[in-house]
């Protein structure tokens, strides 16, 4: 359920929670009850998928001081098959 914010003049900004496209374009405080006109604001997304999210952050930690590297990444192991299938098919 989405939430929209007012802001009342002297209270300050609440927010509220309404189905999607039933918010008034008043609200009435919910602590002194006077109307407070609804402020719009940029929509609250959701994050992306894990992966990127921990690559996006690790990036941002290591900007000001990257980490050292001495060695480069170990080389992944050479992937084997055993289909008698794969033996005819062409080699780097």
């Known amino acids: 359920m989405p939430t929209y914010l007012y802001r009342c003049r002297e209270c300050g900004p ?5 189905p999607l496209g039933t918010a008034a374009a008043t609200e009435p405080c919910p602590v002194c009850a006077v109307p407070a006109p609804r402020l719009f604001t940029a929509p609250r997304l959701n994050r ?3 992966p990127l999210t921990r690559a996006h952050e690790q ?3 290591s900007a000001d001081e990257p980490d050292v590297v001495t060695t480069p990444p170990p080389a992944a192991p050479a992937r084997t098959t055993h289909d008698p299938r794969h033996a005819r098919l062409p080699r780097p």
Request: charged share 25%; glycine share 10%.
């Open 48 to 50: 992306a998928a894990g």
């Open 59 to 61: 990036s941002l930690r």
């Open 14 to 18: 609440f927010d509220t929670s309404r």
